[in-house]
C-alpha cells in the first residue's frame, strides 16, 4: 500500500521540482511572466479539482473566489501607491475621479500588510462557507447548486462594474505598486514572482493532497459516490462539503491574489463567466479526480492556447481547435489525460504490485463519464 | 424473554402518509435492549417504510419516536445516527468507487468531525479492527478490491461489516440476505447469532427459515399496522396473519 504512496509522492515532488528549476533554464522576463501566469491557472485547477473531482461538487463559480483574492491583492498594492496628481496623502485615482472625498471603509484595513494577505484567502473562504452553508444546508445538489455558483459569480461581477467609485468599474483596479515582502521585491517581469508562484503552487499541491489523502479527503470521495448514504453514518455531509468549497475559494483566493501581482491589475472579467468555465475544462482534460492531472491540464491548455493564439497560422482558428481538442479528450477519456496515462501504466508488466489501491486517485475503477451535474 | 430487559426503542403511534397514502399507520412498536427482533410482513406493508423513520430517512407525521428515552424523530439524520442507530438498506447501498477497506473507514464513524478526520490518515489505530471485520464477513482477500466488482452477496456483507464498523447500539436490517446463496443465508444467520446481546437487532425478512434460525419474537406488520407478535409458532398458527399472507403464497414466500 505504501508502495503507491511513494510513487505517488515522487510523482508530485519531480513535477513540482521541473517546476521550481525553470528560471535556471529561462532568463527571458517576458517568458517568466507568461509562465507564472499558467501556474495561477494550475492552482485554479488544483482547487476545482477539489471540490469537483473529490467532492462531486461542479463550481461553476470557482472565478468569484478568485476574483476576490486579486481585488485583495490590487487593493493593497493601489494603497501602497503615491498618486500621481493628489501627492501621498491622496486618494487612489478612480476614487478622485468619481469624487469621492475620503477613504472607503472597506479600504481602510488595506492599509495593513497582514490583513491584506490573510484577507485575499480568508475572505473568499467565509464567502465559500457561507455560500456552501446555503446551498448545502439546503440540500440543493448537482446542477442546481452549479447554476447557483454561477449566479452568485455574474451577481458579483456586476456589482464590482457598479460600483465605480469604490471598485473602479470597469475598468478594474490598475497602476499598482510593486509587490515586496519581507524585504523582497516582487517585479512581475522577474525570476522572483515566478518563484514565489511557484513556491505557493507546491505548497498549495502537496497541501491538497494531504488533504485528499485524509479520511476527510475519502469521506468526501463517498459523498461524491453517494451522498445519502454518508448521512446513516452519523457525518453531516453539509458540513464537509462546505469545508471542501470553502478550502477550494481559499486556494482560489490565494491564485487571485497571485495573479494580481503577476497581471499588475485587478479587473472585473477576472470573475467572468469565461474564466470560470475554462477551468471546467482545464480540470476535464487533465483529470479531475487527479490534483496534479488538474494542475497540469491547466498549464498544458494554457500553454497550448497561448502558443496557437500567437502563431500567425492558427491566429483565426486556434478557439476551433481548442475547443475540437476538448471534445474528443473528454469523449474519449472520461477521466482525463491523467487517468488514461494510470491506465497505460498499469498495463504495463511491471505495475503488477500497482494492484494495493489507496485511496486518492481511482486503480482501476470503472470509467464513468465526467458528471457534468454532480453526484446526485 | 423480553420481559425485563430496558427498553431501547419505542415508537408511539408512529405515522407516515406520502400524498395522502398511510404507509405506516399508528403504529406501536418497542424493542428491549440485546434483543434480536424479526419484522415480517407481506409486500407493501411498511417494513422499509418503519425503519426509515427510525433512522431519519422518512419523517413521521405525527407520533413519537423514543430511543433511550430521548424523542429523536425530530434530529437530523447524521444526528439520528450519531445517537447510535445504524441501517442497512433493502437495496445494498456501499460506496462503489471506493475500496473495500475505504468502505470500512468510512463505516468506521465514532469521530465525524471534519476537523478531527483532516488529521487521520488510513492505516491508523482503526485498521486492526477494520481487517478483522473483514474477516468476519469473509471480504479479507478483497481489501483492495472496488466495492462495485464485488458480487452481489459480497455488496450484501459489506454492508453488514460497515454497520458493525459503525458499531452502533441498534442496527436496523433491510433484508439482509436478499440475493444470497443459501450458504451464504446460512452463513448470515450464523453471523447474526453471534452479534445477540452485543448489538440490539431489527431484522426485517422474507425468508422463513432464515427467520426461525435468528427469531426471538417475531413481530408481523400489515397496511402499515402491527397484525402480530410472538415466537415463530405463534405467529404462524395466528389466524390473522395467515389470512394476511393469504394470496401471497403463504408466509415462507411473501
Ligand atoms: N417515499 C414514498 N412515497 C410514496 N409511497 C411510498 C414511499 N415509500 C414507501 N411507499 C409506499 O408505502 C408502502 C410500504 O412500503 P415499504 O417499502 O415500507 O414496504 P415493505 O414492507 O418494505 O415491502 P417489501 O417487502 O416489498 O420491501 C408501499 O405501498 C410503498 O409503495
Ligand atoms: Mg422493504
Same mark, same amino acid.
Given at each position: 500500500?505504501?508502495?503507491?504512496?511513494?510513487?505517488?509522492?515522487?510523482?508530485?515532488?519531480?513535477?513540482?521540482?521541473?517546476?521550481?528549476?525553470?528560471?535556471?533554464?529561462?532568463?527571458?522576463?517576458?517568458?517568466?511572466?507568461?509562465?507564472?501566469?499558467? #501556474?495561477? @491557472?494550475?492552482? #485554479?485547477?488544483?482547487?476545482?479539482?477539489?471540490?469537483?473531482?473529490?467532492?462531486?461538487?461542479?463550481?461553476?463559480?470557482?472565478?468569484?473566489?478568485?476574483? !476576490?483574492?486579486?481585488?485583495?491583492?490590487?487593493?493593497?498594492?493601489?494603497?501602497?501607491?503615491?498618486?500621481?496628481?493628489?501627492?501621498?496623502?491622496?486618494?487612489?485615482?478612480?476614487?478622485?475621479?468619481?469624487?469621492?472625498?475620503?477613504?472607503?471603509?472597506?479600504?481602510?484595513?488595506?492599509?495593513?500588510?497582514?490583513?491584506?494577505?490573510?484577507?485575499?484567502?480568508?475572505?473568499?473562504?467565509?464567502?465559500?462557507?457561507?455560500?456552501?452553508?446555503?446551498?448545502?444546508?439546503?440540500?440543493?445538489?448537482?446542477?442546481?447548486?452549479?447554476?447557483?455558483?454561477?449566479?452568485?459569480?455574474?451577481?458579483?461581477?456586476? !456589482?464590482?462594474?457598479?460600483?465605480?467609485?469604490?471598485?473602479?468599474?470597469?475598468?478594474?483596479?490598475?497602476?499598482?505598486?510593486?509587490?515586496?515582502?519581507?524585504?523582497?521585491?516582487?517585479?512581475?517581469?522577474?525570476?522572483?514572482?515566478?518563484?514565489?508562484?511557484?513556491?505557493?503552487?507546491?505548497?498549495?499541491?502537496?497541501?491538497?493532497?494531504?488533504?485528499?489523502?485524509?479520511?476527510?479527503?475519502?469521506?468526501?470521495?463517498?459523498?461524491?459516490?453517494?451522498?445519502?448514504?454518508?448521512?446513516?453514518?452519523?457525518?453531516?455531509?453539509?458540513?464537509?462539503?462546505?469545508?471542501?468549497?470553502?478550502?477550494?475559494?481559499?486556494?482560489?483566493?490565494?491564485?487571485?491574489?497571485?495573479?494580481?501581482?503577476?497581471?499588475?491589475?485587478?479587473?472585473?472579467?477576472?470573475?467572468?463567466?469565461?474564466?470560470?468555465?475554462?477551468?471546467?475544462?482545464?480540470?476535464?482534460?487533465?483529470?479531475?479526480?487527479?490534483?496534479?492531472?488538474?494542475?497540469?491540464?491547466?498549464?498544458?491548455?494554457?500553454?497550448?492556447?497561448?502558443?496557437?493564439?500567437?502563431?500567425?497560422?492558427?491566429?483565426?482558428?486556434?478557439?476551433?481547435?481548442?475547443?475540437?481538442? @476538448?471534445?474528443?479528450?473528454?469523449?474519449?477519456?472520461?477521466?482525463?489525460?491523467?487517468?488514461?496515462?494510470?491506465? #497505460?501504466?498499469?498495463?504495463?508488466?511491471?505495475?503488477?504490485?500497482?494492484?494495493?489501491?489507496?485511496?486518492?486517485?481511482?486503480?482501476?475503477?470503472?470509467?464513468?463519464?465526467?458528471?457534468?451535474?454532480?453526484?446526485? | 424473554?423480553?420481559?425485563?430487559?430496558?427498553?431501547?426503542?419505542?415508537?408511539?403511534?408512529?405515522?407516515?402518509?406520502?400524498?395522502?397514502?398511510?404507509?405506516?399507520?399508528?403504529?406501536?412498536?418497542?424493542?428491549?435492549?440485546?434483543?434480536?427482533?424479526?419484522?415480517?410482513?407481506?409486500?407493501?406493508?411498511?417494513?422499509?417504510?418503519?425503519?426509515?423513520?427510525?433512522?431519519?430517512?422518512?419523517?413521521?407525521?405525527?407520533?413519537?419516536?423514543?430511543?433511550?428515552?430521548?424523542?429523536?424523530?425530530?434530529?437530523?439524520?447524521?444526528?439520528?445516527?450519531?445517537?447510535?442507530?445504524?441501517?442497512?438498506?433493502?437495496?445494498?447501498?456501499?460506496?462503489?468507487?471506493?475500496?473495500?477497506?475505504?468502505?470500512?473507514?468510512?463505516?468506521?464513524?465514532?469521530?465525524?468531525?471534519?476537523?478531527?478526520?483532516? @488529521?487521520?490518515?488510513?492505516?491508523?489505530?482503526?485498521?486492526?479492527?477494520?481487517?478483522?471485520?473483514?474477516?468476519?464477513?469473509?471480504?479479507?482477500?478483497?481489501?483492495?478490491?472496488?466495492?462495485?466488482?464485488?458480487?452481489?452477496?459480497?455488496?450484501?456483507?459489506?454492508?453488514?461489516?460497515?454497520?458493525?464498523?459503525?458499531?452502533?447500539?441498534? !442496527?436496523?436490517?433491510?433484508?439482509?440476505?436478499?440475493?444470497?446463496?443459501?450458504?451464504?443465508?446460512?452463513?448470515?444467520?450464523?453471523?447474526?447469532?453471534?452479534?445477540?446481546?452485543?448489538?440490539?437487532?431489527?431484522?426485517?425478512?422474507?425468508?422463513?427459515?432464515?427467520?426461525?434460525?435468528?427469531?426471538?419474537?417475531?413481530?408481523?406488520?400489515?397496511?402499515?399496522?402491527?397484525?402480530?407478535?410472538?415466537?415463530?409458532?405463534?405467529?404462524?398458527?395466528?389466524?390473522?396473519?395467515?389470512?394476511?399472507?393469504?394470496?401471497?403464497?403463504?408466509?415462507?414466500?411473501?
Amino acid at each position: 500500500m505504501s508502495g503507491k504512496l511513494t510513487r505517488q509522492f515522487l510523482i508530485y515532488g519531480a513535477v513540482c521540482l521541473c517546476i521550481l528549476l525553470v528560471p535556471v533554464v529561462v532568463d527571458d522576463a517576458f517568458l517568466l511572466n507568461k509562465y507564472a501566469r499558467y #501556474l495561477v @491557472f494550475g492552482m #485554479l485547477a488544483i482547487a476545482l479539482s477539489l471540490s469537483w473531482g473529490y467532492a462531486g461538487i461542479l463550481n461553476l463559480g470557482q472565478a468569484t473566489t478568485f476574483g !476576490i483574492g486579486s481585488y485583495c491583492m490590487a487593493m493593497f498594492l493601489k494603497l501602497k501607491t503615491v498618486p500621481v496628481h493628489t501627492g501621498s496623502e491622496g486618494l487612489p485615482d478612480f476614487m478622485v475621479w468619481n469624487n469621492v472625498t475620503e477613504l472607503p471603509w472597506i479600504w481602510v484595513p488595506f492599509q495593513s500588510t497582514t490583513f491584506s494577505l490573510l484577507a485575499g484567502i480568508l475572505l473568499p473562504a467565509l464567502f465559500a462557507a457561507l455560500l456552501g452553508w446555503f446551498i448545502f444546508g439546503g440540500r440543493i445538489a448537482g446542477v442546481y447548486a452549479a447554476i447557483i455558483t454561477l449566479a452568485v459569480m455574474v451577481v458579483a461581477n456586476l !456589482i464590482i462594474i457598479d460600483q465605480q467609485s469604490y471598485t473602479g468599474g470597469f475598468n478594474g483596479i490598475t497602476d499598482l505598486a510593486e509587490f515586496s515582502f519581507l524585504g523582497i521585491d516582487f517585479d512581475a517581469y522577474s525570476a522572483s514572482t515566478y518563484y514565489l508562484v511557484a513556491a505557493s503552487l507546491t505548497v498549495t499541491l502537496f497541501l491538497a493532497l494531504a488533504v485528499s489523502r485524509s479520511k476527510t479527503g475519502l469521506i468526501l470521495q463517498a459523498v461524491r459516490d453517494q451522498e445519502e448514504r454518508v448521512r446513516f453514518f452519523g457525518y453531516d455531509v453539509a458540513l464537509y462539503k462546505t469545508f471542501v468549497f470553502a478550502l477550494s475559494a481559499g486556494i482560489a483566493g490565494l491564485a487571485g491574489m497571485l495573479y494580481t501581482i503577476v497581471m499588475e491589475f485587478a479587473s472585473p472579467t477576472f470573475l467572468g463567466v469565461p474564466l470560470s468555465l475554462s477551468i471546467v475544462i482545464w480540470v476535464a482534460v487533465g483529470g479531475r479526480q487527479s490534483l496534479i492531472g488538474a494542475m497540469l491540464g491547466a498549464i498544458l491548455v494554457t500553454g497550448v492556447q497561448g502558443a496557437l493564439s500567437e502563431s500567425e497560422a492558427f491566429l483565426e482558428t486556434w478557439t476551433l481547435i481548442m475547443g475540437g481538442l @476538448f471534445v474528443l479528450i473528454v469523449l474519449l477519456m472520461p477521466k482525463g489525460l491523467a487517468g488514461a496515462i494510470e491506465a #497505460l501504466v498499469r498495463r504495463l508488466p511491471q505495475a503488477g504490485n500497482g494492484r494495493s489501491a489507496r485511496h486518492t486517485e481511482p486503480d482501476h475503477r470503472p470509467e464513468t463519464h465526467p458528471n457534468l451535474g454532480g453526484t446526485q | 424473554m423480553t420481559g425485563n430487559r430496558e427498553q431501547l426503542l419505542a415508537l408511539r403511534q408512529a405515522t407516515v402518509s406520502f400524498q395522502g397514502f398511510v404507509a405506516v399507520d399508528r403504529l406501536d412498536f418497542s424493542v428491549a435492549a440485546g434483543e434480536l427482533r424479526c419484522l415480517i410482513g407481506p409486500n407493501g406493508a411498511g417494513k422499509s417504510t418503519t425503519l426509515d423513520l427510525i433512522c431519519g430517512k422518512s419523517r413521521i407525521t405525527s407520533g413519537e419516536i423514543i430511543f433511550r428515552g430521548e424523542p429523536i424523530h425530530t434530529y437530523r439524520e447524521f444526528r439520528m445516527a450519531r445517537t447510535g442507530i445504524g441501517r442497512k438498506f433493502q437495496v445494498p447501498s456501499v460506496f462503489r468507487e471506493l475500496t473495500v477497506m475505504e468502505n470500512l473507514e468510512i463505516g468506521c464513524s465514532r469521530e465525524p468531525g471534519v476537523w478531527h478526520n483532516l @488529521f487521520r490518515f488510513s492505516g491508523g489505530a482503526d485498521t486492526e479492527r477494520l481487517e478483522r471485520l473483514a474477516l468476519l464477513v469473509g471480504l479479507q482477500d478483497e481489501l483492495s478490491t472496488q466495492a462495485a466488482h464485488l458480487s452481489h452477496g459480497q455488496t450484501q456483507w459489506l454492508e453488514i461489516a460497515l454497520i458493525l464498523a459503525q458499531d452502533p447500539a441498534l !442496527i436496523l436490517m433491510d433484508e439482509p440476505t436478499a440475493g444470497m446463496t443459501a450458504h451464504e443465508t446460512n452463513m448470515t444467520a450464523e453471523l447474526f447469532n453471534r452479534l445477540r446481546g452485543q448489538h440490539t437487532l431489527i431484522v426485517v425478512e422474507h425468508d422463513m427459515g432464515f427467520v426461525r434460525d435468528i427469531a426471538e419474537t417475531i413481530s408481523v406488520m400489515h397496511q402499515g399496522r402491527l397484525l402480530a407478535q410472538g415466537t415463530a409458532d405463534e405467529i404462524s398458527e395466528d389466524p390473522g396473519v395467515r389470512e394476511a399472507y393469504l394470496g401471497s403464497g403463504g408466509i415462507g414466500h411473501a
